[in-house]
């Protein structure tokens, strides 16, 4: 351990023997409490504060206290400074395309051994590959995962009809999907919101046998232009904005997002994780449902791994209420609250096939899309620098997609921009 890290930690201890089940100043004990950090808009976070309203009834003798922000980034930065001044929370959920730079810095408490030894929940009670997700460099279980999403494809369903649109079959291709997009971008409407990023690219480079970087395990640079599989799907996903214009233009997308203009009923199709769910589950003026990413010509179905995982901080004095907190979060009821609240397709395989997710009354109604994509699921490398590497790709990747740089020299700029960002620094 760093001398950075132990000072970290020996700060972590002075305030959580304050706050963590020790003794007050009249000789009485505490009651043992937990902070538990995460991300989301309030739709999904109120699925969390039932989790959490379950659990202490359930546990009356904790306290935990829910502590969200609104984005991923947000929660980065929180992270980045709780962590650098020694005080990180208990408990915090991170994305796995994420938590790569916490765990090389040996910032996260491995969760293998106290999996490996709960009587509460065991290992083969979930998807293999959400675990696969958190093994930080192919070893042990550094989080557990929750969720299970892929990017999928929202309709509108009342637009499809209106166009005289074939609503989408599984099966369905790009072609089938551009010509969607096209017949309903019209009278003000837009066929298709995308964000133009490396996590929604990736699918339609795999799709089409295509490849993200030179090395899944140990990657050094970005191939979106010198795979000649990834370069036509690259190619492909930049006309949708460029040459058939399916995507509003950027002032468009600046002035009102895709997410929101769905939910107005002018998008006929948004691609997104489950993550939307609970926010397009208040949509009450038209019927919408939920299908599979469309296939390349000549390939193979592929979608993204989108998963979150419960991650506890390295250092604490006692990992015991942290770790019966994520046991119950994990456990068939924990899972089931999130479930119904429509923010997650579950991790545990029993409730993934339950009602609780699959639901018909309960848009989406074809849920089970979500369950069938898992054979097809990829993941992004799982590496300490993999989180900058997206977030520079990305701001490079949404200049050539509206258009506000060249695209060959926009894509060059991109990957020579990046691949310095594959080695850590100092390495």
Same mark, same amino acid.
């Given at each position: ?99 790569? +730079?916490? @765990? !090389?810095?040996?910032?996260?408490? *491995?969760?293998?051994?106290?999996? #490996?030894?709960?009587? &509460?929940? /065991? ?37 499809? +009809?209106? @166009? !005289?649109?074939?609503?989408?079959? *599984?099966?369905?291709?790009?072609? #089938?999907?551009?010509? &969607?997009? /096209? ?245």
């Amino acid at each position: 351990m760093t001398p950075t890290w132990r000072r970290a930690c020996a700060a972590l201890l002075t305030v959580a023997l304050a706050t963590a089940g020790c003794t007050s100043g009249d000789g009485k004990a505490d009651r043992p409490g937990i902070t538990v950090v995460l991300f989301g808009d309030a739709e999904e976070v109120a699925g969390y504060r039932s989790l959490v309203a379950d659990f202490t009834d359930a546990n009356p003798d904790m306290d935990v206290t829910l502590s969200p922000v609104a984005t991923q980034d947000e929660l980065m930065a929180r992270l980045t400074t709780s962590f650098a001044g020694g005080q990180p929370p208990d408990v915090f959920l991170m994305n796995y395309r994420r938590y790569g +730079q916490f @765990a !090389g810095q040996g910032a996260i408490e *491995p969760a293998q051994s106290y999996l #490996d030894a709960s009587s &509460a929940i /065991k290992e083969s009670d979930f998807s293999p590959r959400a675990l696969d997700a958190f093994r930080f460099d192919g070893k042990e279980l550094t989080c557990l995962p929750q969720n299970l999403s892929s990017l999928v494809v929202y309709y509108n369903a009342d637009l499809f +009809q209106a @166009a !005289g649109v074939a609503t989408p079959a *599984p099966g369905w291709t790009w072609d #089938d999907f551009l010509a &969607a997009g /096209k017949a309903l971008t019209r009278d003000g409407r837009y066929g298709v919101g995308v964000e133009a990023s490396i996590a929604r690219l990736a699918p339609f480079v795999w799709s089409n046998r295509g490849e993200l970087v030179d090395d899944e395990n140990r990657p050094t640079t970005l191939t979106l232009r010198e795979d000649p599989a990834a370069r036509e799907a690259v190619d492909w996903f930049l006309d949708l904005q460029l040459r058939h214009r399916v995507v509003p233009p950027d002032a468009e997308e600046q002035s009102e997002s895709s997410e929101a203009r769905f939910l107005r009923g002018t998008l006929g199709m948004y691609l997104s994780s489950r993550v939307a769910v609970p926010t397009l589950r208040t949509i009450t003026g038209f019927t919408w449902d939920v299908a599979s990413l469309p296939v390349a010509p000549g390939g193979v179905p592929a979608s993204i791994l989108h998963s979150d995982a419960y991650c506890m901080s390295a250092g604490l004095p006692d990992h015991r209420p942290a770790w019966r907190f994520i046991e119950y979060a994990m456990g068939a009821s924990g899972q089931q609250t999130l479930a119904e609240s429509g923010r997650t397709v579950p991790s545990r395989l029993d409730v993934a096939g339950s009602p609780a997710f699959l639901d018909p009354a309960k848009p989406p109604r074809s849920s089970q899309v979500f369950l069938d994509a898992e054979p097809h699921l990829r993941a992004t490398p799982r590496t300490a620098t993999w989180a900058r590497v997206e977030k520079e790709a990305n701001k490079l990747l949404e200049e050539v997609f509206y258009g506000r740089v060249d695209r060959e020299e926009g894509l060059r700029v991109l990957e020579e921009t990046v691949r310095p960002l594959f080695t850590p620094a100092g390495k």
